[in-house]
């Protein structure tokens, strides 16, 4: 009789889970965190802050560039680090396009991405999916998704959050109230969907990165605030 995969412990996040919550875009997903049994307090301080950039390398192929708040160029992953992301969710298609806003994305490429946010992780250690909702909402919202959490008894987190960028005040204010309502809740994390975007490589306009002065806006600052 072959052997049986363990049952995760209650309370664990495993990396299938992980994927499974995650699914929200088509193709395999890769990210650079890895999740250990936590009590609810433990969750809390260790709760995720993630993003999901997987048109950077298509924008980097095409000349687009990131400059920190204080506008000096810088690679956006380090950028990143700075507002405290934690983990980073890359998108893979089996056959993919040249197509500039939804090419490349191949195994390869996602590879080679995967390997530098791993490794820029391990450098830095050494030294459902509902996209956006006024701030006033987040609370009822996220209380809905835990009462699904615990309908089924399996761990949960946001896997996309996006707002406005031409309303960074309020988005920002959202994305605060929807980390302290997951934290509160027992969530596990946040993604925000590709807020490193910029016009006019997409009409996309929930990121977080104004298209002028390739600068973050304030929504990025709303990981910090929580």
């Not at 959202?174 to 490193?196: C, D, M, Y």
């Amino acid at each position: 009789m072959p052997l049986q995969p363990p049952t995760p412990a209650a309370g664990r996040i495993t990396r299938r889970t992980l994927l499974k919550a995650t699914t929200a875009t088509a193709g395999a997903l890769a990210t650079a965190v890895a999740f250990a049994e936590e009590t609810p307090a433990e969750a809390a301080a260790n709760f995720v802050k993630g993003v999901d950039i997987s048109w950077a390398p298509q924008m980097e192929a095409r000349g687009y560039s990131w400059k920190n708040a204080g506008g000096q160029t810088q690679d956006l992953q380090t950028i990143l680090k700075g507002y405290g992301i934690t983990a980073v969710r890359l998108r893979t298609f089996v056959n993919a396009s040249n197509d500039p806003a939804n090419g490349h994305c191949g195994i390869n490429e996602v590879t080679v991405s995967a390997t530098t946010s791993t490794a820029a992780s391990a450098a830095q250690s050494a030294a459902s999916p509902a996209r956006h909702g006024s701030a006033d909402l987040a609370a009822g919202i996220v209380r809905h998704m835990k009462k699904i959490s615990d309908a089924y008894g399996k761990p949960f987190l946001q896997s996309e959050f996006g707002g406005r960028v031409d309303r960074a005040s309020s988005t920002q204010a959202s994305l605060v109230a929807r980390i302290k309502a997951l934290k509160t809740n027992g969530g596990q994390g946040i993604f925000h969907w590709e807020p490193e975007c910029m016009s006019p490589f997409t009409g996309y306009n929930m990121g977080a990165w104004d298209s002028s002065s390739k600068r973050p806006t304030a929504i990025m600052n709303g990981f910090t605030q929580a």
